[in-house]
């Protein structure tokens, strides 16, 4: 299944960073753009697994939204 987030980047002295707003405390960054892009991927996916395993069973909903 694809999912789209939207992500901030700013560019530092140190590269990149990057973050979602809609995932708080997801946040990477990376050497170049593309790095960081890379790194926020995996950090999502993290992410994720760790808000799964913490949601008890049978309190999960999944909803569509469209814009």
């Known amino acids: 299944m694809e999912v789209r987030y939207t992500v ?3 560019q530092t ?3 990149f960073s990057v ?4 995932l708080p ?3 990477s960054q990376g050497q170049t753009e593309a790095e960081a892009l890379e790194n926020i991927q995996d950090a999502i996916r ?8 913490l949601a008890p069973e049978g309190e999960k909903r999944e909803v569509v939204v469209q814009r």
């Open 8 to 10: 901030s980047l700013k």
């Open 46 to 53: 993290e992410y994720l697994v760790v808000v799964e395993e």
């Open 19 to 22: 973050w979602v707003p809609g």
């Open 13 to 15: 002295d140190e590269g």
């Open 25 to 27: 405390g997801c946040a």
